[in-house]
């Protein structure tokens, strides 16, 4: 059946119609007085979003793009960067800083953990000498499933006196994440996820300590330059030609997002991703990250039951239900699945994605008593 596919993947995520048909409209002038209208409405709702009074810059590129725009604008060869690694978005960060050449150490544990708070700590006391001068970080690791405390960690950046460069690539417009109340200098995020738009866009802003940061970098990246973007958001503008349709449908989005308010998204995100976990422990699976207080509320990893594959459960799903799951990455490809119940998803959603798992699973032979999922969300949701 055509056009019945629902994504339930990490991004992209669904989009509405109403933002769908701002993007299918014919381009307008990149400097036109129109579109300057439509800039000054969405640098002003993107402050919103990232709690900041900070610019925030608007990338035409993948998430990916704004990590690299962070780095390439903070590191000067030879500068001591600690990266944070859960999973393969906080190893990112470490291979950015060292194709900038950084002398990058790791802190890294196991998939499925989130940093201890004060192994960061213990570190950066030890530290005496401010040799560490940026600290990388993944708010919500999609990867794994798992949620930093960005709050905590960030503070004992703060309190070191290095930079915190923040992935909320997964976590903003899902889950909390105060850039200036937390003190975070570096915030970075794509458009494909909480924001509902499809890919090609991606936001930084940057706090005053990195500004100044960034002014002693010797060679900061030409496209992605903070100072040449952030002087085109002063005057409504962008830099270079931007993704016209795509920043139309981002003003709708974010129009959205201030109607329903954070506060609401982030209880509705908590809501849906809580529901979903206990639907799916009534099923009789199990969660590859069993600790409620470090799960993901935007991206839930599943463990497959014994002698079901991943690839039986993805296919079953998307050829029969027309919903869309992604595999594990890397060494955890084929041994998890994930869940998206990131950004414009509602309780309807849920219900009817746990309910044809249940029936996927039903099909390829797993042994629960069919409907237990849906019994558990429909309760958990009025509770
Ligand atoms: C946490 C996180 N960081 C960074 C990225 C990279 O973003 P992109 O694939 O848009 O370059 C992703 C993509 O899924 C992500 O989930």
């Not at 769908?20 to 307008?28: G, Q, T």
């Not at 809580?274 to 470090?294: C, Q, Y």
């Not at 029969?320 to 994930?338: H, M, P, S, T, W």
Request: glycine residues 8%; aromatic residues 6%.
């Amino acid at each position: 059946m055509r056009d019945k596919t629902f994504l339930m993947i990490p991004g992209p995520t669904p989009v509405p119609e109403s933002v769908l048909l701002d993007i299918a409209k014919h381009p307008v002038g990149h400097r036109s007085s129109e579109f300057a209208k439509v800039l000054e409405s969405v640098y002003s709702d993107l402050k919103y979003v990232f709690q900041t009074k900070n610019d925030v810059i608007v990338y035409t590129a993948s998430g990916t793009g704004a990590m690299d725009a962070a780095l390439s604008n903070l590191v000067n060869p030879g500068d001591k960067v600690l990266s944070l690694v859960i999973g393969n978005f906080g190893q990112r960060w470490a291979k950015i800083a060292k194709s900038l050449g950084a002398d990058v150490e790791v802190i890294e544990v196991e998939p499925g953990k989130a940093i201890n708070p004060q192994e960061l700590k213990d570190r950066l006391d030890r530290d005496v000498n401010k040799e560490i001068k940026i600290v990388t970080l993944t708010q919500n690791e999609t990867s794994t499933g798992v949620t930093n405390d960005v709050k905590t960690l960030v503070s004992y950046i703060k309190e070191h006196g290095a930079l915190s460069v923040v992935d909320g690539v997964t976590s903003i417009g899902a889950m909390e994440c105060k850039m200036d109340e937390w003190g975070i200098d570096v915030l970075i995020s794509g458009s494909q996820k909480g924001f509902m738009i499809p890919p090609g866009l991606s936001f930084l802003a940057a706090s005053e300590k990195a500004w100044e940061v960034q002014r002693k970098c010797t060679r900061p990246d030409f496209y992605f330059n903070w100072e040449t973007n952030r002087k085109s958001v002063i005057a409504n503008s962008t830099a270079f030609t931007p993704a016209v349709s795509l920043i139309a449908g981002l003003k709708t989005a974010l129009e959205m997002i201030k109607e329903e308010g954070l506060d609401n998204i982030v209880e509705r995100h908590t809501k849906l991703a809580k529901a979903l976990r206990e639907a799916l422990r009534a099923i009789g699976l199990k969660l590859f990250v069993e600790d409620d207080s470090i799960a993901s509320t935007s991206i839930t990893a599943i463990l497959p039951p014994e002698n079901i594959s991943v690839p039986d459960i993805r296919k079953t799903l998307k050829n029969d239900y027309y919903i869309e799951v992604a595999n594990g990455q890397n060494q955890l490809k084929d041994k998890i699945f994930r869940m998206g119940t990131l950004g414009f998803v509602c309780e309807r959603d849920v219900i009817m994605a746990v309910g044809s798992l249940e029936a996927a699973l039903y099909k390829l032979g797993h042994k629960f008593e069919p409907g237990s999922g849906v019994a558990a969300v429909i309760k958990y949701l009025n509770k």
